[in-house]
């Protein structure tokens, strides 16, 4: 049994091996001032403790590991995988990656493996073996940290190696070299293959590449890295099978399939960095969902600056109160643990301007120390959290694959997923819409409503279960250049959208996208709105239409429709609409469904204030978030407690910037 998580976990990355004794003593001072109780350590340590090929000395994280105990903080143990020490690769440079012009690359930053090295492979084994034999049975280690964000910095190699192994990965994945033409439509340009050795990696070529050779390279490099964590994770099972795995993620990173990934892992947690000049930076929210949506269980942020980064173009301070919003904001939708990058602010080094909990001047005067300490101290007081579920109202699919398939080149116009996702997830949160993601595989008969944003590419089967799903009563929403190709990138034929055409009761003649610079107008509800970056030439079969495009040529011809299919209603929307606009017309599809939210059992959710719900054994938490800049007043349909002070309450201000988190017991039957 794996153990379980009983705290709000609270702390940070800390690279101690940058500092002196003395300074690690007053670390522990100060962890204590602020409210810490987990670190992640050992993440760069590999050539601390392997300081050459045959010495393993482990006297420092001996002493630190009890040192930490000591004082009752607990510990995630990095293996320590992430930068391969200057001895390794200078013996094997063969083991760095490759670029696409051919470059090696070489030591002196972090993340230099080539994802098919056996080499690395090898040596991250004998590490985590090492570090899993001595640590094990440590009392204060509570997570297994593997490696550090896979594909951050490498998410492509073109060497031999990766070369043949792509090859060998083919021949497993289509087993005959005609399935793989058939799969990757060869017959186009004269690409078709008559052996598996005469395929290359998408590399430099005169001009557009096969977009399903693309596709499968995508799939190969986060397959590949996904088999470098099994290997480390199980050179640490043959010691360890009871303290959790994991390894950080990074939300909405494209290059690691994160619902492949998660199976794979006991927790998932991300490391989540909104720009500070944002006041809503809906992907990084956007992003706490769908990372708590791999598994359907709490996450950890396993990162967060506590104010500036130092790898923007402008690296922009967290305002007062910012930090301690955005990380409510992940508590609200599912984290458990809030992590900082990084502890204290490193002297030397790329990231020396990147902050830290403990600044390079003195804490007692820093801001973000002090906003550091309160955030802890509150956190302590707030248990209850622990371990409960996100309620969610409707499921939103999302998938990796379509992101990669969607943004490969020579399409109609430039679509980015992330953008298209954002301004849909900002309209849902303007009509409090607790939402799950969901893979295409997944089971989604429990959601009243189920929207497929820009799904360009996906397989024959949801389509199949798309249809079932409506036919037995279930809302679906999907919008332009969905449903357009299978999972090779072959277009479904008999008229577009043709996965859905038949449960949308429409086709879709030809695509009109817009320039950056053209706008164009629709009708809906007889309002007007303007369309962003594409219209479409629409064709009713049995749908009916919600609103119609004003343009010249498509002038009266329908923009938004609906139909019903069985016991449900699939509507489709052919353009891009602003958020604000995009809330209209879901609040529409809303009201005419008569779909609930989970927070209307508690408040009037039409309001300007977050609302989430967490449910626990007994009770639900409830959420509430004053992203804006004026106070609101919110009354509660059932009586409540503050989960801070335990007062009882009907009624309660949440003041802007600020939140309020209330507990309201499930049996209110003698109250
Ligand atoms: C990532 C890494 C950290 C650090 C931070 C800086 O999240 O995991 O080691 O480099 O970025 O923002
Ligand atoms: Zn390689």
């Known amino acids: 049994m794996v153990k379980k998580q009983t705290q709000m976990y609270y702390g940070a990355d800390y690279n101690p091996e940058q500092w002196s004794k003395e300074i690690i003593l007053e670390d522990m001072a100060l962890m204590k001032e602020v409210g810490v109780n987990y670190v992640s350590i050992n993440i760069f340590g590999w050539v601390s403790i392997q300081p050459n090929e045959t010495t393993f000395d482990f006297t420092f994280l001996d002493w630190l590991i009890d040192l930490l105990h000591e004082n009752n903080i607990m510990i995630d143990l990095a293996n320590g995988t992430a930068s391969p020490p200057a001895w390794l690769v200078n013996k094997y440079p063969d083991m760095m990656p490759m670029t696409v012009h051919g470059n090696r690359l070489v030591h002196g930053s972090r993340q230099h493996y080539c994802p098919t090295s056996e080499i690395y492979r090898r040596y991250a084994a004998t590490l985590s073996t090492a570090v899993a034999k001595r640590y094990h049975q440590h009392p204060a280690i509570v997570m297994w940290h593997i490696n550090n964000e896979y594909t951050c910095h490498i998410h492509e190699c073109y060497c031999d190696r990766c070369r043949s192994r792509f090859q060998q990965w083919l021949q497993d994945k289509y087993q005959t070299i005609d399935e793989l033409n058939r799969a990757w439509s060869t017959t186009f340009w004269s690409q078709s293959y008559g052996d598996w050795h005469e395929i290359y990696l998408p590399e430099q070529m005169?001009?557009?590449?096969?977009?399903?050779?693309?596709?499968?390279?995508?799939?190969?490099?986060?397959?590949?890295?996904?088999?470098?964590?099994?290997?480390?994770?199980?050179?640490?099972?043959?010691?360890?099978?009871?303290?959790?795995?994991?390894?950080?993620?990074?939300?909405?990173?494209?290059?690691?399939?994160?619902?492949?990934?998660?199976?794979?892992?006991?927790?998932?947690?991300?490391?989540?960095?909104?720009?500070?000049?944002?006041?809503?930076?809906?992907?990084?929210?956007?992003?706490?969902?769908?990372?708590r949506s791999l598994k359907k269980k709490p996450f950890l942020i396993m990162e967060q600056a506590p104010s500036a980064v130092n790898w923007r173009a402008v690296n922009g301070a967290k305002k007062a109160g910012q930090m301690r919003l955005w990380s409510y904001e992940a508590i609200a939708h599912g984290a458990d643990g809030i992590m900082f990058f990084q502890w204290r602010q490193s002297r030397g080094g790329a990231e020396k301007f990147h902050s830290a909990v403990v600044p390079h001047g003195q804490p007692s005067e820093s801001r973000v120390f002090k906003e550091s300490c309160q955030l802890g101290n509150e956190l302590k007081e707030l248990q209850a959290i622990v371990g409960t579920s996100f309620i969610a109202d409707i499921a939103v699919v999302f998938d990796w694959e379509n992101w990669w398939a969607l943004e490969l080149d020579a399409k109609p116009r430039t679509l980015k997923y992330i953008h298209q996702l954002s301004r849909l997830y900002e309209a849902l949160r303007g009509l409090n819409l607790a939402v799950d993601f969901v893979h295409p595989d997944e089971d989604i008969s429990a959601y009243p409503f189920v929207i497929a944003p820009n799904l360009y590419s996906t397989h024959a089967s949801f389509g199949d279960k798309i249809k079932d799903y409506v036919a037995g009563g279930g809302i679906f929403l999907t919008n332009f250049f969905s449903g357009i190709v299978n999972e090779n990138d072959q277009v479904y034929l008999g008229g577009y959208p043709g996965l859905f055409k038949d449960i949308l009761g429409i086709t879709v003649e030809e695509f009109y996208p817009l320039k950056d610079t053209m706008h164009g107008q629709m009708t809906f509800d007889q309002q007007t709105f303007t369309t962003h970056l594409w219209e479409e030439v629409i064709h009713l079969k049995q749908a009916k239409v919600l609103a119609q495009f004003n343009n010249d040529d498509l002038s009266n011809t329908p923009a938004i429709t609906c139909n019903q299919y069985g016991e449900g209603f699939a509507y489709y929307i052919g353009t891009e609409l602003a958020p604000a606009d995009l809330t209209v017309v879901l609040s529409k599809i809303i009201q005419d469904n008569h779909l609930e939210k989970a927070a209307q059992q508690f408040i009037e959710a039409e309001t300007p204030v977050s609302v989430s719900c967490r449910q626990g054994t007994g009770y639900t938490l409830l959420f509430l978030i004053n992203h804006t800049d004026i106070d609101e007043h919110i009354v509660l349909k059932k009586k409540g407690y503050s989960l801070l002070d335990e007062k009882p309450l009907s009624e309660i201000d949440v003041l802007a910037k600020d939140l309020q988190i209330i507990k309201i017991l499930d049996d209110q039957s003698d109250s």
């Open 206 to 291: 005169p001009t557009f590449k096969n977009p399903a050779q693309q596709l499968d390279y995508r799939r190969f490099i986060s397959a590949m890295n996904l088999e470098i964590y099994q290997i480390e994770k199980e050179a640490i099972a043959a010691y360890s099978r009871d303290i959790p795995f994991m390894t950080n993620l990074m939300g909405l990173h494209k290059y690691v399939n994160g619902f492949q990934w998660a199976p794979e892992m006991d927790v998932v947690s991300w490391n989540s960095y909104p720009n500070p000049f944002s006041d809503m930076p809906y992907p990084q929210f956007l992003a706490n969902d769908l990372t």
